[in-house]
């Protein structure tokens, strides 16, 4: 048995869990070159919701962020997730916009892409995995998205794997975004996969209901060769299972990590820091506790706390167990699709409607897009008379939905300059085409920064 290999997460998913992204490049800076010594399989920082996040609320180039990282680590790879076509973005983009961003990524310093779809529909990949593959200087990783409902099987989520490594993926990683999976289940599903695939498996959970050192423990014991953890400031609760304890657990038996837990504990000093100057900083109220009910509704963690806000926004709060109790017969409806970015959001805002306003008396766009096939392939099938009242006699996409999409770097590199911005990098041409909305006012301020910089210089 090969020695289980750690992906940190501390850097991106671990705050992204905990502290909303809130962690700035310079609170992290002071332990990259210790980080790069550990023995990490790889260091996840980068992709997720800290793209959008660093110029939204940290007045950051995510760009720069990535460059300055390669820069202090240069042992360990650098990971990223990415969104399959939705990139780091909330719908489809383009094709020509996907391969500029892999290949900026990795021009950047990215070592490993990890990428899912939320509707596990391999087509919504190829995109990315072609684009990684041209590259011959990253690794592609593909993920699966657990979840749980009448319609997902282990049988179901190997026929996953198994396209994924058709597609020539480096690695397959089992992506438990909500914590969903228990111990036993995932040592089936590591030896079902196993049987059928011959590169890497990684394990991600998340300790939302309690079960993610459980379940990691069995999945190692099932042959998983790679799992996810976050130094423990950043981890547990609504996180991935704490670094120290696994490697503690895994410490002298034929699992051994080969990390030297001594080796943790002035990062663990460090980022005990750097949470406490998150939650002043950003008044942030952080997760305190595991909720097993989560498994019940299947709802990821982060996801309650939006739905019941969104709720007490409209004096409605008390309607929140109503609201939870719909959202597996919306999920149904759907056809099952896991509940993860932007799924997730799509499904919980159409229970919250059908509580408040009656059922599907308000059906939103984005509800009709995911019936019309704009979004992928749904896992399950959907009712004959559901898709009518949605779409009415509309014709389903059953092509890969990307293939609808005209080329959109042109447009957006002419609405960048037409804003004041002729000459903008690649890297910036790509945030404006994902965030347009937020890249704008980042560039604006960036330029006046520089401008007041130059002018101090001169004097």
């Not at 939905?401 to 609405?415: M, Q, R, T, V, W």
Request: proline share 6%; glycine share 6%.
């Amino acid at each position: 048995m090969a020695r289980i290999k750690i992906t940190e997460t501390v850097l991106r998913d671990g705050h992204q869990s905990i502290a909303a992204t809130r962690m700035r490049l310079r609170q992290m800076i002071p332990v990259l070159e210790a980080m790069d010594e550990v023995g990490y399989n790889a260091l996840e920082c980068w992709g997720g919701a800290t793209f959008d996040t660093c110029m939204r609320f940290l007045d950051e180039d995510p760009w720069e962020r990535l460059r300055t990282l390669k820069r202090y680590v240069k042992k360990t790879p650098l990971q990223m997730l990415f969104r399959g076509q939705n990139i780091l973005g909330y719908r489809n983009y383009a094709d020509d916009v996907v391969y500029e961003f892999v290949n900026r990524a990795v021009d950047n310093g990215i070592d490993i892409i990890r990428v899912f779809d939320a509707l596990n529909d391999p087509r919504n990949l190829e995109a990315a995995v072609k684009a990684a593959k041209d590259t011959k200087a990253v690794k592609i990783q593909g993920a699966l998205v657990y979840t749980i409902s009448p319609i997902h099987t282990m049988e179901s989520f190997t026929e996953v794997a198994v396209e994924l490594q058709e597609m020539g993926v480096d690695s397959i990683c089992i992506k438990d975004m909500s914590g969903l999976l228990t111990p036993y289940d995932a040592y089936n599903l590591v030896r079902m996969l196993k049987k059928h695939i011959s590169v890497p498996l990684e394990l991600h959970t998340h300790c939302t209901c309690g079960l993610g050192e459980m379940t990691y423990l069995k999945a190692v014991e099932a042959g998983v060769d790679i799992i996810d953890t976050a130094l423990s400031p950043f981890g547990e609760v609504t996180s991935q299972p704490p670094t120290e304890s696994v490697v503690m657990a895994l410490q002298g038996s034929i699992y051994d990590t080969d990390i030297d837990v001594e080796r943790l504990w002035p990062l663990t000093e460090h980022f005990k820091k750097v949470r406490k100057e998150l939650a002043a900083e950003f008044k942030l109220t952080m997760p305190d506790q595991i909720n097993p009910a989560v498994r019940k509704y299947q709802i990821p963690g982060g996801m309650l706390t939006n739905l019941y806000n969104q709720l007490k926004g409209q004096g409605a709060e008390e309607r929140f167990d109503e609201v939870l109790a719909e959202m597996p017969q919306v999920r149904k409806d759907l056809g099952y699709p896991p509940l993860v970015t932007p799924t997730s959001q799509i499904t919980g805002s159409a229970a919250a409607l059908n509580v408040l306003y009656g059922r599907y008396k308000i059906i939103t766009n984005e509800v009709r897009d995911i019936v019309r096939g704009k979004y992928g392939r749904v896992p399950g099938k959907l009712d004959p008379a559901f898709r009518k009242m949605c779409i009415g006699d509309e014709p389903v996409i059953n092509h890969r939905p990307a293939d609808d999409i005209a080329p959109e770097l042109g447009k957006a590199k002419e609405e960048l300059a037409a804003q004041g911005f002729p000459d903008a990098a690649p890297e910036d041409v790509l945030s404006f085409a994902l965030f347009p909305e937020v890249a704008l006012p980042f560039f604006k301020q960036r330029a006046e920064r520089n401008a007041g910089t130059d002018i101090g210089e001169q004097k």
